[in-house]
């Protein structure tokens, strides 16, 4: 299938730019503050500990800070990921990536599931549940956007990128099928190139989250130069 051409700019502000790794250093988020400076992405997702340092780099840029709640695997109890949304909104996140409590969707546990989302969107900051659809079947991926819908969050999202696979389209796709327009849909784990990036997007993606998104605009630009000559 042929892909849609996109700007270079439209692209840029589809993409939250991550630093996640438990390695993750000083240097290494103010310098992913100043690319997405750089580029034009919207926002940088940083784990709970950098957030201030984030917000601090960012403030009067108009570049927000999105945190990471009970990530990566979503396991700690609704009293603790309330907490921490709570100290990631104080120390200047703007928007919070929560992962949902697999083990207990595939329990068959849904009111557990949506009272947990709803213990961090109760902070105000807008949610987006990471579902971690690599562990999930239809049934469940289906059952876990329903949670997240009535629970109040604002995007559904595909993956941690540190579980058993990140994003696929057909993941994408479904979805973006059955949220319809009512929620947004977010892509992470393993887009690392421009093909991917504008095939998420195709398939049905409002944002992408990605450490490579510096290597994916510059590929972009790569291929238009190209296409131009």
Known sequence: MELRPIAVDELAKRIEHSALKPDETILGI??????????????????????????????????????????????????????????????????????????????????????????VVRTGAPVKVI??????????????????EQAGAMFVKTSTGFGPGGATVEHVRLLRRLVGDRLGVKAAGGVRSAQTAMQMIEAGANLLGCSAGP???????????????
């Open 30 to 119: 103010i310098r992913v503050c100043q690319e997405a400076c750089r580029y034009g992405f919207p926002s940088v997702c940083v784990n709970p500990a950098n957030v201030a340092l984030a917000a601090a780099e960012l403030q009067g840029t108009g570049v927000s800070v999105c945190s990471v709640i009970a990530f990566p695997f979503g396991a700690e109890p609704s009293r603790v990921k309330a907490y921490q949304a709570a100290a990631a909104v104080e120390d200047g996140a703007r928007s919070l990536d929560m992962v949902m409590n697999v083990g207990a969707l595939k329990s068959g546990e849904i009111r557990a599931v949506e009272q947990d989302i709803g213990a």
């Open 131 to 148: 579902l971690e659809t690599g562990y999930l079947t239809e049934e469940e991926i289906a059952l876990a956007c329903a949670a997240a």
């Open 215 to 229: 290597t994916i605009l510059r590929e972009l630009m790569g291929r238009q130069r190209k296409e131009e000559e």
